[in-house]
């Protein structure tokens, strides 16, 4: 125990938050992987009190700046840290007391900056608590599912209350990191000794919750919390950059699933560019739906070399590309159905489908370029031939879907041209009583690809 208190002295002396936090990790540390369970050993449950107020209060406290106030708060956690460590260091943990455990040290630590004035550089505490919150929430429902699937008996009743509280403690755990968000940006103190500086780290997991529950609604709630204090937080750029670009990574993420995609693009394409180049794994899920705003957005697709570094990325989206370019139809519906279970995982699957319509804006270009050009009168430069018969649009698509051997009627390929001119994805107009289409001159009938 002389090693947690030590470090607990170390960080009071400098006002090391990091170093404050590591004294309270439920994982060892890589130098020290005995820590747990010496730290658990060190004591027993009649003692642990008075040895953790020693530590504390009389060695720890000789030179640290605390009050005593805040000393006793500080016992009171690391009692119910070391209560949450007999669970976790036990040879077959249950999740679920290792869950009621630990929320007893993150509500401890809760309560030392509600009443006993823990300061604002020691939010890093806070950290640690909300985040192995949610991990052991996640193991014990877990835990409670494969416990439920071992006595399942079928029947009726089953069927009934089968699906409820599948995520009980991850729900509770989620109103716990909720306090949490609460006690940061409810601080007045001045913003140099506030805890408003943990606000974004607190959103973060928050937003990690309830995505995980699949309550993304209830993220909106907290962006509107942030809009109303944000003329008392620090400006954003203060903040630590992993907790900007997690932030924005997420908010680019709610904005795309409510297909606000010019907002969505703009929050995704700043995390990507703060993002560190070497966290491939975090850049990898910005581009998982940076990628779709670019196509729905600029209409632009990846190039080889940004999807090389990530091959999951270049399985899914390297052979949606290919048939976009080509203006195949039937391989892009192919392409979709094979990466379907991935897209529907990951939100994206309906974004992904109005790229067809860029697919067939690819197809009827060909159309339009291979219709050559108008007869050139003598000194101007050639036109080309804007005026192309429907029959023409009809026979394109039929092989662009591979669908020759069905009946492709005119009015359905006029209806698909109309939608076109509507999206902006051409520029003209039809004339049925002449069954054609005549199209913008000047490089302006497939507005974006110079033709």
Known sequence: MDIVFRDFKQAQLIGSGPLLSTTITPIAPPDDPDRLQNFYGGSSSFSIQSDVRYGILHHANTEARFSKSEGYAWVEVYVAYWKAIGEITAINPDWTKVYEAWKDVANTIIRG????????????????????????AIKADDSARDKG????????????????????????????????????????????ESRKWGLYYTTNLLFKTYFKLNSI????????????????????????????????YYVGVILFLEEDYVKAEENLTGA??????????????????????????THTLPTTDLLTPYPRLQTLFSPLGSCIRRGDLAGFDAALAAGEDEFVKRRIYLTLERGRDIALRNLLRKVFLAGGFEDATEGAAPLRKTRIPVEEFTAAIR?????????????????????????????????????????????????????
């Open 113 to 136: 900056y509600s009443s006993a004035g823990f300061q604002a550089w020691t939010v890093p505490c806070l950290y640690v608590a909300g985040r192995y919150l949610r991990v052991f």
């Open 149 to 192: 699937a071992a006595t399942y008996i079928g029947g009726f009743q089953d069927d009934v209350v089968g699906g409820l509280g599948k995520n009980e403690k991850l729900e509770d755990a989620a109103r716990v990191i909720n306090r949490m968000f609460t006690l940061c940006i409810s601080d007045r103190a001045p913003l140099e």
């Open 217 to 248: 609604g209830l993220s909106k709630n907290i962006l509107r919390a942030l809009q109303a204090s944000k003329i008392d937080m620090p400006p954003m750029e203060a903040y630590p950059k992993s907790h900007i670009v997690t932030f924005k």
């Open 272 to 297: 990507w560019q703060m993002c560190h180049r070497d966290a491939r794994r975090n850049r990898e899920l910005i581009l998982t739906y940076l990628i779709p705003c670019h196509l729905l957005t």
């Open 399 to 451: 092989l662009g879907s591979k669908t020759e051997d069905e009946r492709l009627e005119n009015d359905e390929v006029e209806c698909l041209l109309a939608n076109m001119i509507y999206k902006n994805l051409m520029k003209g107009y039809i004339a049925r009583d002449r069954g054609t289409v005549v199209l913008s001159k000047g490089g302006q009938a497939f507005p974006g690809t110079g033709i």
